[in-house]
């Protein structure tokens, strides 16, 4: 089976990060210590069943971040690998990114060079409009958005998910996780779009 890619964005895409794991991700070393790499971030519910299902289909994961590399590197890649990602590939920036322009600018060149590659791109999920505008500029067929409650609060969602439609995501999917009498996550309809995006 050819293998396929999907550029996944990680903060408040895959994972969520509390405060600590704001600053945790850039503790050098970090990854050294046993079990440490998971004040990070924890994984957002259904993000790595939905990794496993698109691995099994032949469509790996290449996360592209805005986290600062020169610091947050090898937490990163500790990260991916310590929640199942081994496979994965990674792009992150040596030097910090101020702002949505920098880092849509950043994100797009970085996906184009993957996308030079002989690996086709099947899609790209983020939680930002600069996500969306990087995916948009660098040609990938199928853009989708995500916004998490939990990180963003209920008068948050509604906002961020207008920004990301109108960067031009072809579909924006709201994470309830954690509401009462909600549906529990959206990965399983990213996993479905991926691979209905694999067909077309």
Known sequence: MAVRRVVLDLDETVLRRSPLGRLAVYVPGLWRVPGAVGLCGEPLLGALETVRRLRDNGVLVHAVTARWGALGRGNTRAWLDAFGMQDATLSIPDWPLPDGDARAAWKTRAIAELARGPEPILAGVGDRASDIRAYRKAGLPL??????????????????????????????????????????????????????NDRS
Do not use: F, K
């Not at 990180?151 to 961020?160: E, I, K, N, Q, V």
């Not at 998910?161 to 309809?189: F, H, K, N, Q, Y």
């Not at 990213?190 to 691979?195: H, N």
């Open 143 to 196: 853009a989708i958005g995500v916004t998490q409650l939990a990180a963003l609060g209920p008068a948050g969602c509604p906002a961020r998910a207008a920004s990301m439609r109108s960067a031009g995501a072809d579909m924006v999917l709201s994470d309830v996780s954690g509401a009462e009498g909600e549906v529990p996550s959206v990965w399983g309809a990213v996993g479905d779009a991926v691979l209905r």
